[in-house]
């Protein structure tokens, strides 16, 4: 069955504090990995997509890298407006609808 | 160039009520999905629309649940008769016509569901 698992739950860093995010999957023929960031009332926000092993991609503080079974979210040198929940998904079959993980909730303390 | 929209943002329904979720995707995006997160779950898949066409509705309840998404106007989720367990978060997602690989997928800001 295909599966999306995400460590840890939850995250708390002091500012300036660097660490990772784990995203572990299962699925038949990957199809691209997908990261999101979620804000507490609002909708996932678009981050980054990772097409194969290897592939690597940044955006400020963040980023993301590819192995043939997880993906890992660096973030550097995090300041509190980096808390957030970070989803990662990766798509179902051929339809393209995406399997979430639960998310790594991260408070960043100033 | 607006995201996509979702309306209401919060919606209160009484019990045996029906609820009607709408959703604009954004300009030029021609799918779009339907998720719901419940509180301390993670986001889960229900229905894939094109214009006129449900593409994949293996995540939706087969009673109570409907989408559409008509040639004009936005897309649409019913829910009938809702039940306390229908309280949840639901999000749409667009995205532009498939090009190869997988295009992202772009969230609307969730229409947040109360059964009373």
């Known amino acids: 069955e295909d599966q999306v698992t995400q460590s840890p739950e939850a995250l708390r860093l002091q500012e300036g504090e660097s660490s990772s995010l784990n995203c572990s999957y299962t699925v038949s023929g990957l199809r691209g990995l997908f990261w999101y960031r979620q804000d507490p009332g609002k909708g996932p926000e678009f981050l980054f997509t990772l097409y194969s092993a290897g592939e690597e991609k940044e955006k400020e503080r963040l980023k993301a890298t590819l192995t043939k079974k997880e993906s890992f979210l660096h973030i550097t040198a995090p300041k509190p407006e980096d808390s957030a929940t970070y989803l990662c998904a990766v798509p179902r079959g051929s339809q393209g609808n995406l399997i979430f993980g639960k998310g790594t909730k991260l408070s960043v303390k100033p | 160039n607006a995201g996509v929209m979702q309306n209401p943002r919060h919606l209160v329904r009484r019990r045996g009520q029906e609820a009607r979720l709408r959703c604009s995707p954004m300009k030029g995006h021609s799918h779009v999905y339907w998720y719901r997160q419940l509180p301390e779950e993670g986001l889960k898949f229900m229905v894939y629309?094109?214009?006129?066409?449900?593409?994949?509705e293996s995540g939706m309840p087969k009673e109570r649940f409907s989408a559409e998404f008509p040639k004009e106007g936005p897309s649409i989720l019913r829910i009938q008769q809702v039940v306390r367990g229908d309280s949840a978060a639901y999000f749409c997602?667009?995205?532009?016509?498939?090009?190869?690989?997988?295009?992202?997928?772009?969230f609307g800001p969730g229409t947040r569901l109360t059964v009373l």
């Open positions: 997602a667009s995205s532009p016509p498939a090009g190869g690989r997988y295009n992202e997928q772009f």
């Open positions: 629309l094109q214009k006129e066409n449900i593409i994949d």
